[in-house]
């Protein structure tokens, strides 16, 4: 039962665009979401989160967005640089619980 | 300040043996947690430990067991190893209480990859 979907395996954005990565959840539990890149050979990297009395959480070039009654949210990368190329994960929990539950990630690659 | 450390950073077994793997938390850090991730898939949560006491265990089997030592670095245990515990094993560690209870952001480290032959 996967609580927590990114539907995109992989997304190609040209450098200086805006990359949106999207997720979705199915358990109403959740109330706090993050992200988190990855490069090959190396651990998750936070990135940015957002708690669910929020609806966006801005941090630089990133941006968060909250649609809690669709259950979805997404990451909006502006402008887009090569160093973003790396994979994507969506995690997500509730307070009081201590397990983060990840999505399975979109490839994000930037086309210089 | 060093980051999150593990080790190996490769393994290889046999199904049916046992391994333990090692991770070092952030300075500071108090709490670890540990998750699976299989090819093509997200982390899979399989425990946490807080103050050396298990706190919260995901969906895996009692083979999978853990330890975290007065230092705050942990282990994980995996005993009658399965074709399927082929994975990478990420450490992550986090500071209780630093954020809203359970929003403690998690720093993880570079993972163990198990080949289970």
Same mark, same amino acid.
């Given at each position: 039962?996967?609580?927590?979907?990114?539907?995109?395996?992989?997304?190609?954005?040209?450098?200086?665009? &805006?990359?949106?990565?999207?997720?979705?959840?199915?358990?109403?539990?959740?109330?706090?979401?993050?992200?988190?890149?990855?490069?090959?050979?190396?651990?998750?990297?936070?990135?940015?989160?957002?708690?669910? &009395?929020?609806?966006?959480?801005?941090?630089?070039?990133?941006?968060?967005?909250?649609?809690?009654?669709?259950?979805?949210?997404?990451?909006? &990368?502006?402008?887009?640089?090569?160093?973003?190329?790396?994979?994507?994960?969506?995690?997500?929990?509730?307070?009081?619980?201590?397990?983060?539950?990840?999505?399975?990630?979109?490839?994000?690659? &930037?086309?210089? | 300040?060093?980051?999150?450390?593990?080790?190996?950073?490769?393994?290889?077994?046999?199904?049916?043996?046992?391994?333990?793997?090692?991770?070092?938390?952030?300075?500071?850090?108090?709490?670890?947690?540990?998750?699976?991730?299989?090819?093509?898939?997200?982390?899979?949560?399989?425990?946490?430990?807080?103050?050396?006491?298990?706190?919260?265990?995901?969906?895996?089997?009692?083979?999978?067991?853990?330890?975290?030592?007065?230092?705050?670095?942990?282990?994980?245990?995996?005993?009658?190893?399965?074709?399927?515990?082929?994975?990478?094993?990420?450490?992550?560690?986090?500071?209780?209480?630093?954020?809203?209870?359970?929003?403690?952001?998690?720093?993880?480290?570079?993972?163990?990859?198990?080949?289970?032959?």
């Amino acid at each position: 039962d996967q609580q927590v979907k990114q539907n995109s395996p992989s997304l190609s954005v040209q450098e200086g665009r &805006i990359s949106i990565l999207n997720c979705d959840y199915t358990n109403s539990m959740f109330d706090y979401f993050l992200w988190y890149k990855k490069y090959p050979a190396e651990g998750p990297t936070f990135l940015i989160s957002i708690s669910s &009395i929020k609806d966006k959480n801005e941090d630089g070039r990133f941006t968060v967005f909250l649609n809690k009654s669709a259950k979805h949210l997404s990451l909006h &990368i502006v402008p887009s640089q090569p160093g973003d190329s790396a994979v994507y994960f969506c995690a997500a929990l509730w307070i009081g619980n201590e397990k983060l539950t990840f999505g399975t990630g979109t490839r994000l690659t &930037i086309i210089p | 300040e060093t980051g999150v450390t593990q080790s190996p950073t490769h393994l290889i077994k046999t199904r049916g043996q046992q391994v333990t793997l090692r991770c070092s938390s952030q300075s500071g850090h108090n709490t670890v947690s540990w998750y699976q991730q299989a090819l093509g898939q997200g982390p899979q949560f399989i425990f946490q430990y807080y103050r050396e006491e298990e706190n919260g265990r995901g969906n895996f089997p009692p083979r999978f067991s853990g330890l975290q030592f007065p230092n705050y670095s942990s282990e994980l245990n995996v005993n009658a190893l399965e074709l399927d515990d082929s994975a990478l094993y990420l450490c992550a560690s986090s500071i209780r209480g630093a954020g809203a209870r359970g929003t403690d952001t998690q720093y993880f480290g570079p993972g163990t990859r198990l080949t289970v032959l």
